[in-house]
């Protein structure tokens, strides 16, 4: 077992079973979600919910100007540029139909993350002009691609069935400066604000917190089960960790510091993924299916 830094800080067993909260719907929150020990069961409402496109798979972050870029593919693959107050389509593009995740470092490079079967690569773009600047090959399928805090360099999960691992790439030239080994079955990761450290989470809903110049795990603790999205806001102090299944889920909020569940909120059916605002005041959810897509906006 791996301990905290400074006490053993694995949840109660009980927090196991969170991942069973009540149905909600695709385009709203449900009542409280049951929330044992000392977790706080909260009745939350987003403030807002975006029109985006149908199946939409994945979103980067909200950029200072207002806009997000949106990966969706109902019918083919593309990337979007949405207005991130109204939902408005401001530009549109087609990339490979193996495109997994985009996210968007501060000076306006996308980092398309690309994974099939067979081989897994981040493709650079332009946010302007939209040509692809450059592909860095990946020792894996890609799962997802993030922003460090420093806003230029991409963290790209990718993996097989029986490895993984985080591949670290500066958005200004393409340049591989190191490869992190985390879980075989993470499915998406946070860089700390240092960016010394990723946190990984594991799809039976553990946290693993990972050194990325000594790739060794430093703590772990678990939040639920059936992890599906991490996301970490800009002070480092909380973590967003959405589980459950496609159809019912909840987000456990957790204190960095102690490592534990402080609320438990629901989520909508059919979220994909979380995001933090840059202001650290707002949250998304990314929710998309074949037939329709949104983000909620929840205010922190």
Known sequence: MIRGRTAQRRLPAALALLGTATMLAACGHGGLAAAPGTATAVKV????????????????????????????????????????????????RSVSSAARSVAESSAGV?????????????????????KATATVPLPAPARQAVVGSDGSTFYVLSGWHKSASVTVVSSQNGKVHGTVPVPADTVSIAPDVAQASLYALEATGLVDEIGISS????????????????????????LYVLKGTPVVANIAVINVATESVRHIWPAPSHC??????????QLYEVVGTPGYGNIQVLAL
């Not at 790739?215 to 089960?225: E, L, M, P, Y």
Request: avoid cysteine; hydrophobic fraction near 40%; glycine fraction near 16%.
């Open 272 to 281: 994909r993924a979380l995001l933090v605002s840059a202001s650290g005041s």
């Open 45 to 92: 409402a987003p403030e807002r919910v975006v029109s985006a496109p149908r199946g939409l798979l994945a979103a980067a972050a909200p950029q200072a100007s207002g806009t997000m870029w949106a990966l969706a593919g109902a019918t083919g693959t593309g990337l979007f540029e949405l207005d991130s107050a109204s939902g408005q389509v401001r530009d549109s």
């Open 215 to 238: 790739g060794k795990i430093t703590a772990r603790f678990k939040v639920g089960d059936q992890g599906m999205s991490i996301a970490l806001n800009p002070n480092g102090s909380t």
């Open 110 to 130: 996308l980092g398309v993350a690309l994974g099939d079967r067979k081989a897994g690569a981040l493709e650079l773009r332009d946010g302007h002009s939209g």
